[in-house]
């Protein structure tokens, strides 16, 4: 974004031309949109769980109710506060990301053993399948270790929480050139085409009553968008409603004549 500011220069009454000053605002522009986003945020997505907590509260206080009706409640005052915990957790940690403040500790990681791990940990799921399968022979990037956890739990987790009657949820791993592609594929809800676009957003849900039941910030995704795209990797997705998902993720390949000469421990 550019600011543009013009003056004539004038000699002895006589216009000899034109200053012009091109002032980039690119800085106060985003800054702005920050404001009114964090506006938006105040109003939508804190409101209604804090008013669900004041209206809970307000009846345990003034009404006499059963011990079964207060737990009830009570329950759901719980739900409601770690909800806004967890909304402004992911909220402070994507403006952490998008202005640059975050900082990634790099290493070495086998991706094919980091998705293992976040498999094990859905393993437990009753109605899903979830399983990895590894076709790649290259699997060493780059990458913070931690936040590739978190992206592939984030993803992972949205596939078993958008497929309500079960499925198999599987993480592929190939290599394609230079680049390891992993794709999270699940038999879910699936997403309206024209919303495919959106989902990266922040805050962005789709609005329809099956899916507003499913909880979530509406920060997942654009969260894991950020940290792919600061380790040099992408993020899209493919769907077909009432038949699943599959979230795309390529990473940078470290390359095989480095990896040949690091020690075997420095590989975690
Ligand atoms: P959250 O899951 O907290 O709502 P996300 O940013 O992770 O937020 O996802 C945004 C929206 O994208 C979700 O609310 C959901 O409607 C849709 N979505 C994400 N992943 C899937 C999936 N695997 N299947 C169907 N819909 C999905």
Known sequence: FIDVYATSVFQRDEKIGTIFVHRD??????????????????????????????????????????KERQQKYLTTIHKEAKRLTNLINDFLDLQRMESGNQ????????????????????????????????EAQHVTVRADRERLIQVFTNVM????????????????????????????????????ENEVPMLFKKFHRIDNSERRKIGGTGLGLAICKEIIESHQGSIWIESTEGKGSTIYITLPIYSQKNIETINDDFIH
């Open 25 to 66: 605002i690119t800085k106060e522009y985003e800054v702005d949109q920050m404001k009114s986003e964090l506006v938006s945020t105040v109003s939508h997505e804190l409101r209604t769980p804090l008013s669900s907590v004041l209206g809970f509260t307000e009846l345990l206080i003034t009404k006499d109710l059963q």
């Open 103 to 134: 900082s990634y500790e790099m290493e070495l990681c086998k991706v094919d053993e980091v998705a293992m791990d976040v498999v094990r940990h859905f393993k437990h799921e009753k109605k899903h399948d979830v399983f990895l399968i590894d």
């Open 157 to 192: 987790s949205n596939a078993i929480k958008f497929s309500p009657n079960g499925g198999d949820v599987k993480i592929r791993l190939k290599n394609e050139k230079d680049q390891l592609l992993i794709s999270i594929q699940d038999q879910g809800l699936g997403i309206p």
